[in-house]
Every structure is written in structure tokens, then in C-alpha cells.
């Protein structure tokens, strides 16, 4: 089954406890990226990825960072997590971005975050 | 103004209605649009892509206006399950490369 798969969906942590959030797809897409959404704010963009190797800052990348080693996976760092970090973390991934065409995101079932 | 704005409801709507939402996007260079659902707390799922010729999914239609620079979406007898937030996302040009944008979603209830 084609999929994102972001683990863990829940987490309880305190301010300044390194975190890794994990993102993964099957699809063999080249584009990854990570949005956090907040209420009346929508989703916003932290990082996205192009391809392996190739990441870069999204509108919301302060306190945030990414890799992408392998082409299905894209992980979530927060080296030193603060309260304003508590939101939902959604990961997508599509075949290929950066141009015009009409290519599908398709989403992980996101990671509720909470940072006290 | 915000790159891509729609109303954010609720829209409280009978069974059986017809109903409308529009989303506006300010980059005349849009290339492609999409609607997308989501509902409480999941993840957003492709409702449907949106192309310049309109185009119709069952009981959804949508349509893109290119000189008024905004996309529609349209739902005919309404359902319970269509109860949801309805995101319109725009893949727009940005600083070299093409990024998608979304929109803050407009909520919809669909009422027994």
C-alpha cells in the first residue's frame, strides 16, 4: 500500500530535550516535505527536500532541522524544543515539485507534538 | 495580503444543499490548484486537481477563473460525511522554484 508513515503520531516532551520525528514513503517520490499546522494559520512549511541531498528552508524553518540521506526518508529534528513548538506535524511527499505540473502531496497521519 | 485566502466558515448547510466555497490566490503565475479535505485532526487528502477547463467528480465541481484569480469548489447533496475543512492549495512560483500554498481551510457542516 502506498503510504507516508510518521512516527510517533503522539509526544509529551520538555523544553530543550533533542527530538527526532520520523518520515517515510514508499512511493519512491522525490519531494518530501514538513509543514507544521496551527489554528487559524493553516499549514505552514518548515523544510522540503527536493531530492537526496537536496534540502532547503521552507517559511517556518527557525528551530528545525532536516536530512535526507535516502531518497524515502525525511526526519524532523528539534535540537533544543520550545513551548512555541507544540503544533501538528504533517509530512507529505510527491513525485516531483518545483514546477508547475499537477503532481498529488500525499500526507503521513501526522505527529501531535506537545513541548512543555 | 495572504498568498492564497479562503473564507473559513463555518458554512452550516441542510442535507441535500447545494454549496459553494472560492479561495482567491494573489501570483498571477499560479500554475496548478487542488482541493483538498480534511477532517479533524487527520491528514489532508486530494479531493480533486482543479484545471483550467473546469472539471467534475460526482457530486463535486470544480472551477478555475485565471483572470479574477480565484478557484471554486461546488458540492451537490450535501452529505453528512461531507462534514469536514476544505483546503485550497496553489502551486506557485517562488524565488526560482515552484512551491505549493495553502490555504487556511474553510470548514464546512453538513446538518440532519
Known amino acids: 500500500e502506498a503510504q507516508v508513515t510518521q512516527n510517533p503520531r503522539y509526544l509529551i516532551t520538555v523544553t530543550g530535550k533533542k527530538l527526532t520525528v520520523t518520515c517515510s514513503q514508499n512511493m519512491n517520490h522525490e519531494y518530501m516535505s514538513w509543514y507544521r499546522q496551527d489554528p487559524g494559520l493553516g499549514l505552514r512549511q518548515i523544510y522540503y527536500?527536493?531530492?537526496?541531498?537536496?534540502?532547503d528552508k521552507g517559511d517556518v524553518p527557525e528551530g528545525y532541522k532536516v536530512s535526507r540521506k535516502e531518497k524515502r526518508n525525511f526526519p524532523l529534528i528539534l535540537e533544543s524544543p520550545s513551548p512555541n513548538q507544540t503544533s501538528l506535524y504533517f509530512c507529505?511527499?510527491?513525485?516531483?515539485?518545483?514546477?508547475?505540473?499537477?503532481?498529488?502531496?500525499?500526507f503521513g497521519p501526522g505527529t501531535r507534538l506537545t513541548v512543555t | 495580503r495572504k498568498e492564497v485566502e479562503q473564507d473559513p466558515g463555518p458554512f452550516n448547510v441542510p442535507e441535500g444543499a447545494t454549496v459553494a466555497f472560492n479561495c482567491t490566490y494573489s501570483n498571477s503565475a499560479s500554475q496548478s490548484f487542488f482541493w483538498y479535505r480534511q477532517d479533524c485532526r487527520k491528514e489532508p487528502k486530494l479531493l480533486m486537481s482543479?484545471?483550467?477547463s473546469g472539471n467534475e467528480d460526482g457530486r463535486f465541481t470544480a472551477q478555475l477563473n485565471r483572470a479574477s484569480q480565484y478557484i471554486s469548489l461546488l458540492i451537490r447533496d450535501s452529505k453528512l460525511s461531507d462534514s469536514a475543512t476544505y483546503l485550497c492549495?496553489?502551486?506557485?512560483?517562488?524565488?526560482?522554484?515552484?512551491?505549493?500554498?495553502f490555504g487556511t481551510g474553510t470548514r464546512l457542516k453538513v446538518l440532519a
Open positions: 492549495v496553489v502551486n506557485s512560483p517562488t524565488s526560482g522554484t515552484y512551491k505549493y500554498i
Open positions: 482543479v484545471y483550467s
Open positions: 507529505a511527499s510527491s513525485r516531483r515539485a518545483g514546477t508547475g505540473a499537477s503532481y498529488e502531496q500525499y
Open positions: 527536500s527536493m531530492n537526496v541531498e537536496v534540502t
